[in-house]
């Protein structure tokens, strides 16, 4: 069994759309898949049962990109949660239509580092990134 | 026989000669009189006739016949012929003259001088000229039936001609035949008289029965004028006419129709306090006018615009009554004077009473038809206030939409340009590195290098996230029990290179010392094709909703029947509100294979708009959308369920009437189900609704799928 914490820290991505998930896969695999592992997830539900999985194994979180508009949980929603597992995570918030109040509670109860609308820039969403791990550090 | 034996003899046969010539002459002269008699009237030639044959009987140069008009009190002379030229035939009143004697006594009479002075010192008659002027008088009364009918005066002025009582006898004798004859005459006159007025009476109640029919037949008021002018104008003496209405307001009488001298003159208007007009004055005081008068008539304003080329000396007004009620006046002049005799005022009466009647249901037309044109308008109007309010409702439905669309639209097209930008990067970056990389590779190694690409852009299984994750961990394992290092990232790339189906033939690469470059490049290339498909998908994507807004916006466009499948037209509303059911909405499809439903496709597309919309309002979104669709014998049947609040039993039998809401003022027009009916109408289904108040609601509609019949 490898050593986890050789392993990369992960960049996870949430969205209801395949479609939206695997352009983002490989963008971000180009941008950062030589530091960062990336892993998608198809829903809320779905990505916080596998934050609980990577932080078991030991993985060290490192951003969500997170739309807001999903079936069940809500982007806000997620994020709160999230922040509260993983306050240092950088969390951004993609999307296509947020309601302007989730979109506050993000940034008030989640610590929000963006709102990025799309469709979005490609490199636009690297730089927001690259600024939320810069402020972390 | 001696001379004077024989001489008496002789006159005596002269005389029974005489007797019997004047006998024969009084038969003939009775024979002729009676002969007379036939006539229908008596003209001169009768008279002179009878003349002759008194002539014929003695003295008649002198021979006068006088009728007596009791009612009138006259007397006069039908026949006469006279030596004395100062005798005028003309009527002169009963009274004191001898003439007048002999019809108040009823006895013949013979004067001479000397009697006649008598008479007049006894006062028994008067005399104009003071003595008589003839020599010898004879008056005799036409006596029959007890009626006096006139009488019969002969005179001589001669005194070589005296009459005698034999010649009163006999002029009394052929009397009393010449009364029967002129009683006759009379009887014969008035039967005449009276089947001419009969006739008459006759042909003015046809002719009545023709105008009054013309005038009903019409309901148009101008035109019963001009129906009542030409009628009046073929029956009196008419150079004017005219019809004044009451005016709605009641407050005036307007004139519709107004000719004189062939000229129609506008309309005018005369307030009911007018002190002159003729017509409001017979208006007012409700009865007949008739004024023969020309002064009268010329204080009178008829016409304003006419100049009157003669004036006018007769016109008769009259109110129009037509069910107790005043409603006009009407009124026929002429230039004559006395134009309008009893006759033309009975024609002119009825016929008036006649258009009364027509005129009044002319206006109660006219009403009926303002009312219907009002009532049409008002209709017109409701139609085009509905067509506004439904045309808000879809505007407001559409408006809904728009943002939850233009965000389906953004997700795909963020994916686009996003894989766009990928595939381009992966030229750049693994194409460009290929060359180099290949020269690393044996022939072997560059074999499995090109099955690796290839078998990358094989088409893919859809895995979810939480499959490809299985996959991938397997993977994982299998790579870490093998001793690779970085384990999981290379299992990531492998899965999507879609090698962990065969590992082994991707094992020797693995092991090269150029196994990253290999791995990278590969999944450059890879993702070409992955982001090439994923385009590909997203613009599928887009299409379906631009198709779907595109069936959206033909609403209230031209309504065509076809037979169409019930499946698309409810999908492509899914579509629609997609983003709407994203929000926490479970849908649950139950389709049964279903034969096309012959329909106006747009219409339902607005029917499944509007159940699918109240759906997810009644569950804000959150809950389970049942969507079935299912034949039961000639019906489709479609059900829209939702989990949501349900319908309160007390609106339940509301919720299709128009503009009943629930919703706040604004938000909607209550027309949504109004229309739903409306269209299920048209097409002659059924809607029906369960429901339970916190449990939800389904609505059912039943199609026939031949479509109407």
Request: with cysteine.
């Amino acid at each position: 069994m490898a050593n986890p914490a050789q392993e990369k820290g992960v960049l996870l991505c949430v969205d209801d759309e395949i479609i939206v998930l695997t352009a983002l896969k490989d963008q971000l695999r180009r941008a950062f898949g030589n530091d960062f592992h990336i892993d998608v997830a198809e829903s809320a539900e779905e990505a916080l049962e596998l934050l609980d999985e990577l932080s078991e194994q030991g993985h060290r979180l490192l951003v969500i990109v997170s739309d807001w508009l999903m079936p069940g949980m809500k982007g806000d929603e997620f994020l709160v949660e999230a922040h509260r597992r993983f306050p240092t995570v950088v969390k951004i918030m993609l999307s296509g239509q947020a309601q302007q109040e989730a979109v506050d509670r993000a940034k008030r109860e989640a610590g929000l580092h963006e709102f990025l609308a799309k469709p979005w820039n490609a490199a636009e969403l690297v730089e927001t990134i690259n600024q939320g791990l810069k402020d972390k550090l | 026989m001696n001379d004077a034996g024989l001489a008496g003899r002789v006159a005596e046969l002269e005389r029974a000669l005489e007797e019997r010539r004047r006998g024969e002459e009084l038969q003939r002269a009775l024979y002729e009189i009676a002969s007379l008699s036939a006539a229908d009237r008596p003209e001169h030639e009768h008279y002179a006739r009878l003349h002759a044959i008194v002539g014929r009987l003695m003295y008649a140069k002198n021979f006068i016949i006088l009728t007596y008009d009791a009612e009138a009190g006259l007397i006069r002379p039908e026949y006469m012929v006279d030596e004395d030229e100062s005798m005028v035939s003309e009527a002169f009143p009963y009274g004191e003259g001898i003439s007048s004697m002999v019809i108040r006594t009823r006895k013949p009479w013979l004067l001479d001088d000397a009697l006649y002075c008598a008479l007049v010192d006894t006062g028994e008659i008067r005399a104009p000229r003071g003595l008589a002027d003839f020599h010898s008088w004879m008056g005799v009364p036409l006596v029959a039936q007890e009626k006096v009918y006139g009488l019969i005066v002969v005179q001589s002025y001669s005194s070589e001609v005296t009459y005698t009582q034999e010649d009163l006898e006999l002029l009394t004798f052929v009397a009393s035949h010449v009364a029967a004859a002129v009683a006759r005459w009379k009887a014969n006159e008035e039967l005449a008289n009276a089947n001419a007025e009969l006739a008459l009476s006759a042909e003015t109640l046809r002719l009545l029965g023709d105008i009054g029919k013309d005038l009903t037949g019409s309901l148009d008021a101008l035109a019963i004028c001009r129906t009542m002018e030409r009628h009046f104008a073929e029956l009196l003496p008419m150079d004017a006419f005219g019809v004044a209405m009451l005016s709605p307001a009641g407050d005036s009488l307007d004139y519709i129709h107004y000719v004189e001298d062939g000229v129609v003159d506008e309309s005018v208007s005369y307030p009911l306090d007018h002190p002159t007009s003729l017509a409001v004055l017979t208006f007012r005081e409700d009865r007949e006018l008739t004024l023969f008068n020309e002064t009268q008539l010329e204080n009178a304003p008829t016409g304003t615009n006419v100049a009157e080329s003669a004036p006018i000396l007769s016109a008769v007004f009259r109110p129009l009554i037509a069910n107790g009620r005043r409603i006009g006046v009407v009124t026929a002049q002429s230039h004559q004077a006395d134009a309008y005799d009893d006759r033309a005022l009975e024609v002119f009466r009825s016929a008036a009473a006649y258009a009364a009647i027509a005129l009044a249901n002319a206006a109660s037309y006219a009403a009926a038809e303002a009312a219907r044109r009002q009532a049409a308008q008002a209709l017109a109007e409701r139609n085009q206030a509905e067509a506004h309010l439904v045309h808000s409702e879809k505007m407001a439905a559409l408006g809904q939409l728009i943002a939850g669309v233009a965000h389906e639209i953004n997700t795909p097209i963020g994916a686009i340009k996003s894989s766009g930008r990928n595939i381009s990067e992966a030229i750049g970056g693994s194409l460009l590195a290929l060359p180099a990389l290949l020269e690393r590779l044996d022939e072997t190694d560059r074999a499995a290098f090109s099955d690796l690409v290839t078998r990358a852009s094989e088409p893919r299984p859809a895995l979810s996230t939480r499959e490809e994750r299985v996959v991938v961990r397997e993977l994982t394992a299998r790579l870490e029990a093998l001793g690779f290092a970085h384990a999981r990232h290379r299992a990531g790339l492998l899965v999507q290179l879609q090698a962990h189906h065969d590992l082994d033939a991707v094992l020797p690469l693995l092991r090269h010392e150029a196994a990253d470059e290999v791995l990278d490049i590969a999944h450059g290339i890879a993702t070409i094709t992955t982001n090439a498909d994923n385009i590909n998908t997203a613009v599928d994507r887009v299409a379906k909703i631009i198709f779907a807004l595109k069936s959206f916006s033909r609403f209230g466009g031209v309504q065509v029947w076809t037979a169409a499948d019930l499946a698309e037209g409810i999908e492509t509303v899914l579509t629609i509100y997609q983003n709407q059911i994203k929000h926490g909405t479970e849908l649950v499809r139950r389709y049964e294979d279903l034969p096309r439903v012959r329909c106006l496709p747009d219409e339902l597309n607005q029917v499944w708009t509007n159940l699918v919309h109240n759906a997810l309002q009644a569950m804000e979104n959150k809950g389970t959308l049942t969507v079935e669709l299912r034949r039961d014998g000639d019906d489709a049947v479609v059900s829209i369920g939702d989990t949501g609040c349900g319908i309160p039993e007390d609106i339940r039998a509301r919720i299709f009437d128009a503009f009943f809401t629930t919703k706040p003022a604004g938000e909607g027009t209550g027309l949504g189900l109004d229309i739903v009916r409306k269209i299920i109408d048209k097409h002659q289904g059924r809607i029906d609704v369960r429901s339970e108040v916190g449990v939800g609601s389904t609505f059912t509609v039943r199609l026939p799928i031949a479509g109407v019949s």
